[in-house]
């Protein structure tokens, strides 16, 4: 998974440097399809819960997900 530990610009030319990579095994397009459109994959999300890494508001979606809450992805999506 990607994450942005340091808000800022990027610009073309500028060079990503991978820190660290954890040995999870789940990659952004899985997470993606499992916050985003696959979701009632629960084992799926329980998967990508595992990732020590994981952003705060995916990670509370999830575990309302995995908790049986319902899922007002609008609300997450556009903030209303």
Known sequence: LLRVLEE?????GQ?????DREDHG???A???RIVNV???DLDGARRVLAVGSLGR???????????G???????RLFGA
């Open 8 to 12: 800022g610009d990027v610009e073309a």
């Open 15 to 19: 060079d990503l440097v991978l820190v």
């Open 26 to 28: 789940i990659t952004v």
């Open 30 to 32: 899985a997470a993606g």
């Open 38 to 40: 696959d979701r009632h």
């Open 57 to 67: 508001e995916v990670r509370r979606t999830l575990v309302a997900r995995v908790g």
């Open 69 to 75: 809450e319902s899922d007002d992805a609008h609300r």
